[in-house]
T-cell receptor, first 110, second 114 residues
Framework: SQQGEEDPQALSIQEGENATMNCSYK?????LQWYRQNSGRGLVHLIL?????REKHSGRLRVTLDTSKKSSSLLITASRAADTASYFC??????????FGAGTTVTVRA | GAVVSQHPSRVICKSGTSVKIECRSL??????MFWYRQFPKQSLMLMAT?????????EQGVEKDKFLINHASLTLSTLTVTSAHPEDSSFYIC??????????FGPGTRLTVT
């Protein structure tokens, strides 16, 4: 079942700008993961943040997690045209299954 | 490492026929494989969890007789869509877990039923 809600649904930014997207979920989690999907392709794992972590960085990516608000955010800094893709959050509970959010489509304009 | 392939990448079949999609872990042994489907501009929905040597576990609302899953080896799982209909047209994605509770995704298979 899908438990994550993401906003915005779509985001259009200029190259060099930052992109921020949010994910909210409903139940307790073990960890939360962010994925990227280019049009018509498979998923690429970006970053995993555990329930006891509040912030994590990986290159130009910054992820935050607020378990009290059941929400997470993904920030992409200094965006590039190659960052154009759909981004999904996925929560993992104790059953270790991934439950995906609806996704945010990001378009980076050159 | 941790490469997962799917075959075919695209398939077109006629209504009423069956089509098989393969998911392979190329450089690791997958204790568990997962099958998802994704409709255009929508999220991934988990269909079933496949463990090697045992029956697949299907999510609520997924017909096990329509979507046959076989996980015959630690590197191969197959999804067969039986008696396909146009509403089965979708993007099917598999993932594989090598025991570290992290899923590695295949590139997906685009199924079109005419």
């Amino acid at each position: 079942s899908q438990q994550g809600e993401e906003d915005p649904q779509a985001l259009s930014i200029q190259e060099g700008e930052n992109a921020t997207m949010n994910c909210s979920y409903k139940t307790s989690i073990n960890n939360l993961q962010w994925y990227r999907q280019n049009s018509g392709r498979g998923l690429v794992h970006l970053i995993l943040i555990r329930s006891n972590e509040r912030e994590k960085h990986s290159g130009r990516l910054r992820v935050t997690l607020d378990t009290s608000k059941k929400s997470s955010s993904l920030l992409i800094t200094a965006s590039r045209a190659a960052d154009t893709a759909s981004y999904f959050c996925a929560t993992v509970a104790n059953d270790y299954k991934l439950s995906f959010g609806a996704g945010t489509t990001v378009t980076v304009r050159a | 490492g941790a490469v997962v392939s799917q075959h075919p990448s695209r398939v077109i079949c006629k209504s009423g026929t069956s089509v098989k999609i393969e998911c392979r872990s190329l450089d690791f042994q997958a204790t568990t494989m997962f099958w998802y489907r994704q409709f255009p501009k929508q999220s991934l929905m988990l269909m079933a969890t496949s463990n090697e040597g045992s029956k697949a576990t299907y999510e609520q609302g997924v017909e096990k007789d329509k979507f046959l899953i076989n996980h015959a080896s630690l590197t191969l799982s197959t999804l067969t869509v039986t008696s396909a209909h146009p509403e089965d047209s979708s993007f099917y994605i598999c993932s594989a877990d090598r025991g570290e509770r992290e899923q590695y995704f295949g590139p997906g298979t685009r199924l079109t039923v005419t």
